[in-house]
């Protein structure tokens, strides 16, 4: 069905228009938006649903537009209609300075002319809107707002946006709860409401509970837009607490191995609540020939990587080799994109995972699709090795030590070393060693010489 039949327009018309030129200029310099590098041309209106009217001191509508897009970053070139994304827009007569970090621009024409647009997420009132929402279970134009069982979501709960680098955006409500608003959205089951809903329904206590979600249903598919779950109070994310102890010259191998045992626990409850298979050789061959396409997509992107290629391809006609001698691998649901930054430490020494959206720039059938829990490990371990690099004082063998301490961890809760397993486990980093020079290049260069210190090291005819 066609995007002009789905627009369930609620708002006023005319609305996105006086926009096109602010959010032009503004979407591209979001940390979330995903089309970096090539200029946006324009806007196309999926939906747009007024939250609050838009005559009223406080203006609120919530947006999902189409960014259309060069195809090349040359004048002239043919465009293409890009990602979707999630705003929340509101409109005032004039900001405070308060808000001033979020402001989009002044509207000139339309029915919020003479107006100021922001990014409504800096702001109390709106992000009460959405937790009253999703309080009351409302319907909004095409927009239902879940809860999950009788939990309760008290009123009044202050919200602060999240300040965090972050590829969506969170609002935190009174240390209870945190609302994550995913930016570049797509229709179909999102893995990051489905596995923890799958991972709470199991009784699994390493991953914060959906309390409730926000979904837009347009031409009979369903957008998730935003998950809300309880708030892990006075966390550490594992990223934080891993430079904390490399700048005192400690050592994290506690950590590392709590942290092996909580990613098995995960697995073990994921095979148990989704299905798995076997990859047979047909299924391997497909896997380790997907590798060998993201590694020449990234190596004609980032020309510093070309001189690495045909040494890191090794790792993955290794994995095809071992297929065609009839090897198979059990395959299920996993975390996607595991690294120290998704691991959050809890007071009381528990850890639990989340963000289990995958890695943002894949296709979300493939990012649903059951893989080898080593994909996960492999994540893991070159997190370890980005912790060890962004030390201010190098500390000998800790990003080893590290690995070594996870995967012990891991085996003695999940039965099985991934060392056992070298041929994957190479391939599966070096997979991840990749796609972070591709993510690195794109979003932060001067990390770069991080990824490819690891491609030096695992394009090295002994990876050690
Ligand atoms: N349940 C939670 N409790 C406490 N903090 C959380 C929770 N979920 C996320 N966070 C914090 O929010 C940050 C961003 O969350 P994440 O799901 O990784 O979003 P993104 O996909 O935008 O990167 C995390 O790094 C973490 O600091
Ligand atoms: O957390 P996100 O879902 O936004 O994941 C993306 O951004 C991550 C960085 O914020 C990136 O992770 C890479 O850098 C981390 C240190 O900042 C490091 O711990 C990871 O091992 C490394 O991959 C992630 O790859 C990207 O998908």
Not at 158 to 166: F, G, I, S
Not at 319 to 328: H, T
Not at 359 to 387: H, I, K, N, W
């Amino acid at each position: 069905m066609s995007e002009a039949v789905i627009r369930t327009v609620t708002s006023p018309p005319g609305l996105l228009a006086p926009l096109d030129p602010l959010l032009r200029e503004w979407l591209p310099r979001q940390r979330w938006f995903a089309g970096k590098g090539r200029p946006v041309t324009g806007f196309s209106l999926v939906a747009a649903t007024e939250l609050l009217p838009a005559d009223s001191r406080l203006g609120l509508h919530h947006l999902l537009v189409r960014a259309h897009r060069q195809l090349a970053p040359a004048p002239g070139a043919p465009e293409e209609p890009g990602d979707c994304y999630q705003l929340l827009i509101g409109t005032r007569e004039a900001l405070p300075p308060r808000l001033a970090p979020a402001l989009i621009g002044h509207v000139t024409e339309g029915p919020s002319a003479g107006r100021t647009a922001y990014d409504a997420l800096y702001d109390a009132r709106p992000a009460e809107v959405l937790l009253e929402a999703l309080r009351s279970r409302a319907r909004v134009g095409g927009l239902r707002f879940e809860r999950e069982g009788d939990g309760e979501i008290r009123p009044g709960l202050v919200p602060r946006l999240m300040t965090a680098e972050q590829s969506n955006s969170s609002v935190v409500y009174g240390d209870t709860f945190i609302l994550k608003l995913l930016r570049r959205i797509v229709p179909g089951v999102n893995p990051d409401l489905e596995l923890p809903l799958a991972l709470a329904r199991e009784g699994c206590p390493r991953v914060p509970a959906p309390a409730g979600w926000m979904v837009a249903d347009l031409a009979d598919r369903s957008w998730v837009l935003g998950v809300l779950q309880p708030y892990v109070q006075g966390a550490t994310d594992g990223w934080d607490l891993a430079l904390r102890e490399l700048a005192k010259g400690e050592d994290f191998v506690a950590e590392a191995h709590a942290l092996g045992r909580a990613t098995a626990e995960v697995h073990t409850a994921l095979a148990r609540a989704l299905p798995t298979v076997t990859l047979g050789h047909a299924q391997a061959r497909q896997l380790a020939d997907g590798m060998i396409r993201r590694l020449d997509e990234a190596a004609r992107a980032v020309p510093l990587l070309r001189s690495y290629a045909p040494a890191l391809r090794t790792a993955f006609t290794a994995l095809a080799d071992l297929a065609a001698e009839g090897r198979a691998w059990d395959a299920q649901r996993v975390h996607g994109d595991l690294h120290l930054g998704q691991c959050l430490r809890s007071p009381d020494g528990a850890w639990s995972l989340i963000d289990f959206e995958g890695e943002p720039a894949r296709p979300l059938a493939e990012r649903r699709l059951p893989q080898p829990t080593v994909r996960d490990v492999a994540g893991m371990l070159r997190s370890f090795d980005y912790a060890a690099h962004s030390a201010e004082v190098p500390v000998p063998g800790w990003a080893e030590s590290c690995r070594a301490a996870y995967c012990t961890g891991y085996a003695e809760t999940g039965g099985r070393d991934p060392r056992t397993d070298p041929v994957l486990l190479r391939a599966y980093e070096t997979d991840k060693a990749v796609y972070e020079v591709l993510y690195e290049a794109r979003h932060r260069p001067d990390w770069l010489p991080v990824p490819l210190a690891a491609v030096r090291r695992l394009s090295a005819p002994e990876p050690v």
